[in-house]
C-alpha cells in the first residue's frame, strides 16, 4: 500500500477541503446524535427507532432526487448551495425549532427534524462525497486520497464535540453554522470545467433504465440492506448509548466516547488515504467483503464483552472498515455500472438501499433493545451480518480492476 497525496493539484485541495468542511459539521451533531436524544431530549429506545426511521424514509426521497439531478449535473455545484444553506442555518434551526418540537410535540418534530437533516445531512454526506468523488475521476487523483481529509475532519468535530457537550450541546450546533459559511466561500472557489454539461447531456432515461434491470445492481443493493444497514443501526443507534453506559457516569463517558471516536477516525483518515492502492491490488469485491468482516466481528465482541478497554480497541477496527467499504463501493461500481451515474449508483444503489433497511428494522430493533437489552440484539445482528457475508462471497461480481481504473473521467 501507498501513500498518493496531490498537494500541488488545486482540485485535490478544493475536493479535500469540501470534505473536510463537511465532515467538521456532520461530527459536531451526529457523532453524539443518539445521546443527546436519550439523555437531553429523553427519547425511549423505541422512539429512538421512530425518529431513526423518520429520519431516513425523508433521505431516502432526498437521495432518489440528488443522485439523478447530481448525474444531470455533472459537476456543475447548484445542490452543493443547498447543502450550504443547510449548513449555515444549523444553529438557529435545532436550537430554536427542532429541540423544542421534540420536547413538546415529538412527532411534528420528528417530520419537520427529517425534512431539514434529510436535505443537509442525511442525504446531504452522500452528495458530498459523490460530488468530490467526480471530482477526483475527472482530474485524475484517487478519491481516498481527498476523503482522507473527510475523516480527519470528522475527528476534529468529535474532538470539539465531546468537549462543548458537557458545557452546552447548542455551542456545537452554533459552530457548525461558522463551519457552514466556510464551506459556502470554498463553493465559490470551485469553477466546473466548461464542457462538463454537454457531456453530460448525453445521458438518456434509457441509461438509467439500464442499471435498474441489470442484476448485478440488485444483488449489490441486497447485500447493503443486509449488512450497511446494521451497521448504521448498530454505530448510531446501539452502540454510542451502550458504550457510554460501560462508565460511572453517562456524562464520563459520553466525553470519553468523542475522544476515541476522534482517534478512530483519525486512524480512518490514515487508512483512507492507504486502502485505494489495497483495493486495487485485491480486488473491489475482496476489499468490499473485508470490510463487512471487520464490521461483523466489532458487533459480535460487543456481544460478547462489557470490558471498556476491549470494546474501545474493537472500536478502532472501525479505521479500518470504513475506507474499505467507501472505497471499494466506488470502484465496484465503476465496474460494473455506467461511470457517468456514479453519482446515481452511489445514492440510490449504496445509501438509500441501506437506509430503506435502517427504515424497516429500526423500531423492530428498539423494541427488541428495550425488552431484552443490548447484547442479546448484538448477538442477533451479528448472525445477519455474517449470513450476508456468506450471500456476498457467493453472488457479488467477480470482475478485476484494471491498471488505471481510477484514471477514467467522471463522464
Known amino acids: 500500500m501507498t501513500f498518493s497525496i496531490p498537494f500541488t493539484d488545486r482540485h485535490y485541495r478544493i475536493s479535500s477541503g469540501y470534505l473536510a468542511l463537511f465532515f467538521i459539521c456532520w461530527s459536531l451533531w451526529w457523532s453524539l446524535y443518539a445521546i443527546w436524544l436519550k439523555q437531553r431530549i429523553g427519547l425511549t429506545g423505541a422512539e429512538l427507532?421512530?425518529?431513526?426511521?423518520?429520519n431516513q424514509t425523508a433521505s431516502i426521497i432526498f437521495m432518489l432526487a440528488y443522485g439523478v439531478i447530481q448525474d444531470k449535473l455533472g459537476l456543475r455545484k447548484i445542490l452543493m448551495w443547498v447543502v450550504s444553506a443547510v449548513l449555515i442555518l444549523t444553529g438557529p434551526f435545532m436550537t430554536f425549532i427542532y429541540q423544542p418540537l421534540l420536547l413538546n410535540s415529538f412527532y411534528l418534530g420528528a417530520i419537520i427534524g427529517s425534512l431539514f437533516l434529510g436535505i443537509g445531512y442525511l442525504a446531504g454526506f452522500g452528495l458530498v462525497e459523490t460530488f468530490c468523488e467526480k471530482i477526483s475521476r475527472h482530474f485524475h487523483f484517487e478519491y481516498g486520497a481527498a476523503r482522507a481529509w473527510g475523516s480527519?475532519?470528522?475527528?476534529?468535530?468529535?474532538?470539539?464535540?465531546?468537549?462543548?457537550?458537557?458545557?452546552?450541546?447548542?455551542?456545537?450546533?452554533?459552530?457548525?453554522?461558522?463551519?457552514g459559511v466556510a464551506f459556502a466561500f470554498l463553493n465559490t472557489r470551485f469553477t466546473p470545467p466548461e464542457y462538463t454539461e454537454s457531456q453530460q447531456n448525453i445521458?438518456?432515461?434509457?441509461?438509467?433504465?439500464?442499471?435498474?434491470?441489470?442484476?448485478?445492481?440488485?444483488?449489490?443493493?441486497?447485500?447493503?440492506i443486509g449488512t450497511w444497514s446494521f451497521y448504521n443501526i448498530f454505530d448510531q443507534q446501539l452502540f454510542p448509548?451502550?458504550?457510554?453506559?460501560?462508565?460511572?457516569?453517562?456524562?464520563?463517558?459520553?466525553?470519553?466516547?468523542?475522544?476515541?471516536?476522534?482517534?478512530?477516525?483519525?486512524?480512518?483518515?490514515?487508512?483512507?488515504?492507504?486502502?485505494?492502492?489495497l483495493v486495487n491490488r485485491i480486488g473491489a469485491k475482496n476489499a468490499l467483503l473485508l470490510g463487512v468482516m471487520i464490521m461483523a466481528?466489532?458487533?459480535?465482541?460487543?456481544?460478547?464483552?462489557?470490558n471498556p478497554y476491549l470494546i474501545s480497541a474493537v472500536k478502532l477496527l472501525h479505521a479500518l472498515e470504513v475506507p474499505l467499504c467507501v472505497i471499494a463501493v466506488f470502484k465496484y461500481s465503476t465496474l460494473y455500472f455506467d461511470k457517468r451515474l456514479s453519482s446515481t449508483i452511489f445514492l440510490i444503489g449504496f445509501q438509500v438501499a441501506s437506509s430503506i433497511g435502517v427504515v424497516l428494522i429500526s423500531y423492530p430493533l428498539g423494541a427488541l433493545h428495550d425488552h431484552y437489552g443490548y447484547q442479546h440484539l448484538f448477538w442477533i445482528i451479528t448472525a445477519i451480518v455474517m449470513t450476508m457475508l456468506v450471500f456476498g462471497m457467493a453472488l457479488l461480481g467477480r470482475r478485476q480492476l484494471q491498471p488505471g481504473h481510477n484514471k477514467h473521467s467522471s463522464r
Not at 480527519?152 to 453554522?177: C, E, H, K, Q, V
Not at 445521458?203 to 442484476?215: L, P, S
Not at 456524562?251 to 483519525?266: C, H, P, R, T
Open 49 to 54: 427507532g421512530i425518529l431513526y426511521a423518520i
Open 241 to 277: 448509548i451502550f458504550y457510554t453506559q460501560l462508565f460511572s457516569s453517562s456524562a464520563l463517558g459520553a466525553e470519553i466516547y468523542s475522544y476515541l471516536n476522534a482517534s478512530q477516525v483519525i486512524l480512518e483518515a490514515f487508512f483512507m488515504a492507504l486502502i485505494p492502492s
Open 203 to 224: 445521458i438518456r432515461r434509457q441509461d438509467f433504465i439500464a442499471v435498474f434491470n441489470d442484476k448485478h445492481f440488485w444483488i449489490f443493493v441486497i447485500f447493503v
Open 152 to 179: 480527519l475532519g470528522y475527528a476534529l468535530g468529535a474532538f470539539i464535540a465531546g468537549m462543548l457537550f458537557r458545557i452546552d450541546p447548542n455551542l456545537n450546533f452554533w459552530l457548525i453554522s461558522l463551519f
Open 297 to 306: 466481528i466489532r458487533i459480535f465482541s460487543c456481544a460478547l464483552s462489557v
